[in-house]
């Protein structure tokens, strides 16, 4: 992919980038992801838990649903105003500092909260704010990293992503009962490494000049791409969108699908949660560079990108009829670990190799992140639908059923993608 066009015409294709600069990039998302991927995982639920436990699967369900819908109109948005940035510190670096300056307030809020709806405007905050840091960060890849090193270095964001809920588990065990260490220290993680990456980024440019006002038409173009003009990257956003929402209801509920389906001693919970997230995890971190690999070495995106989307139907289907712990870790294991592994490290590349223009690269990106999210915020409005009742007697098994038919149809767009293979 070439280099943002300026007013001038075309920049120069981005030079290789060294292993200094792709493993601070991976670091940066690592710490990043870490900061909401935990939460959004597991200490959020168990943070509801704690403050409404009578009302859990309600109250967890607004929040993921409402966190979610917040943070698909922030990442395009926030990637709008990134690729329209004129600052003398570049249009990325910004956005990255005010979007981890926010999340901090968010997590303190978070933290300190003693009912649901102050925890609930903190969770918006941290939402929006991470989002402007994530919409920043990935842009970086199509501005500052060449084509044949895309595939890696968008895997690697992937592997981030899994091995940021992997490591950051370990926060809630060695803190179980300390919710701002829970939130907080993967914000500092955060701070941390894409501190190190902004000081290290020093070539990132700002916006040409003569840009245009950013008026209520720019606005709207943040959240909308037109299929008539870039077709492939429409078909591709719906292929993801419907593979999202198997992983979506995964990652929303494995906590309690571990409660209520599974329903382990009381005392065994904490530990199932970590092998929960550790297991999937470790192999999820695995996949991802894998994918990336597949994708830089043989040009076929269509192709991991749908053997994930199998892997992540198959391992639905299994937690549809798991009833013990084996089980249960067998089907996170498949979708958890192999298809949402196979699905990060592949997307970025796949999302690129779709788009055509390459001077709204942050724009797209997050809109990328609208497909990819919007599942996490649908799936758990639709939920109680499926669920029904709350608890032991909740219908587990129609919901996942459901999410498993809706990944396969994501075979329809993906197919018809004409631009990669």
Known sequence: MSSPQTAAGTAPAPKPVGAPFIGLYALAMFGIWMSIMLPASVTLALRISQIDPEGKNVSYSIAAGVGTLVALIANPLFGRLSDRTRSRFGRRRPWIVVGLAGTIVGAIIIGLSSSFPLLLLGWIIMQAFVNAAIAATLAIVPDRVPAKQQGLVGALSGMASSGAVLVGVFFVQWFPTNILAQFGLPVLVALLFAGMLVAMFRDDQPAPADIGPFDIKEFLSSFYIDPRRSPDFAKFLVALFLVACGMGVISTYTVYLLQDRVAPPEAELPGLITLAYVIPGVVATISAPIAGWLNDRTGRRKLVMGVAALFVVAGLIVLAFATTVPMFMVGLILSAGF???????????????????????????GVVNIALSLPYSVMPFIAPLFLGESGAQANYPALLIVSAALTLLAFVPMLMVRSTR
């Open 339 to 365: 298809g949402t592994g196979l699905a990060y490290g592949s997307y970025i590349g796949f999302a690129v190799a779709t788009m055509n223009n390459p001077g709204t690269a942050a724009r797209d990106l």
